[in-house]
């Protein structure tokens, strides 16, 4: 029979290591709005695998998580069709996601408390891209055990290519996305 004690001291030192199932958030873009406007508002659609959240299908997803939870953005354009000549249309990338500050007032301000690692990724699959084989881009995080409950809302920082051209545009969204953040109970 285990120790009551050292399995207090496991879960202490762990809270939300065995919250295993991982979130996806896939965000499609209307490229060619998106870039002809300059915003993101009425040009991105989320969705995500979370039970329980708002806005599926818009620009201000609320996802349900829990401390410890990995979640994956997964960003695409909306138009995924392979061009006649065999390559793919532009894609977005996720270059950033910035938490915002929960106080009244403070709508816009970056908050001060972090409530999630970036996962990095392994490889180096942009130095493998090929015109012939779709990438999507993709950001991933790990909340942090320690995150107080609550609702965080964020900001992504998009880095969007353009046809033809080299210089690349940088968009925020502006009516914000959340994280409503459970506790591992």
Not at 27 to 55: F, P, W
Request: overall charge negative; glycine content about 8%; some cysteine.
């Amino acid at each position: 029979m285990p120790n009551s004690t050292s399995s207090s001291v496991i879960e202490k030192q762990n809270p939300g290591q065995l919250n295993s199932v991982q979130l996806n958030v896939v965000t499609l873009v209307d490229m060619e709005k998106a870039v002809h406007t300059g915003t993101l508002t009425n040009a991105i659609y989320m969705m995500d695998n979370s039970v329980g959240g708002e806005g599926q299908g818009t620009h201000s997803l609320e996802t349900v998580c829990k401390q410890g939870q990995v979640i994956n953005w997964i960003i695409r354009p909306i138009d995924m069709e392979r061009r006649p000549d065999g390559t793919w249309p532009p894609m977005p990338k996720i270059n950033s996601i910035v938490v915002l500050d929960t106080e009244v007032g403070d709508e816009e301000d970056v908050a001060e408390r972090k409530i999630f690692t970036e996962l990095k990724i392994y490889g180096a699959p942009d130095r493998m891209r090929d015109p012939l084989t779709p990438v999507y881009y993709y950001w991933a995080g790990t909340l942090l055990p320690t995150a107080k409950p609550g609702t965080y809302r964020y900001r992504l920082i998009v880095e969007l290519e353009q046809d033809g051209k080299k210089e690349k545009v940088y968009l925020n969204t502006e009516d914000h996305p959340s994280l409503r953040v459970l506790p591992v109970g």
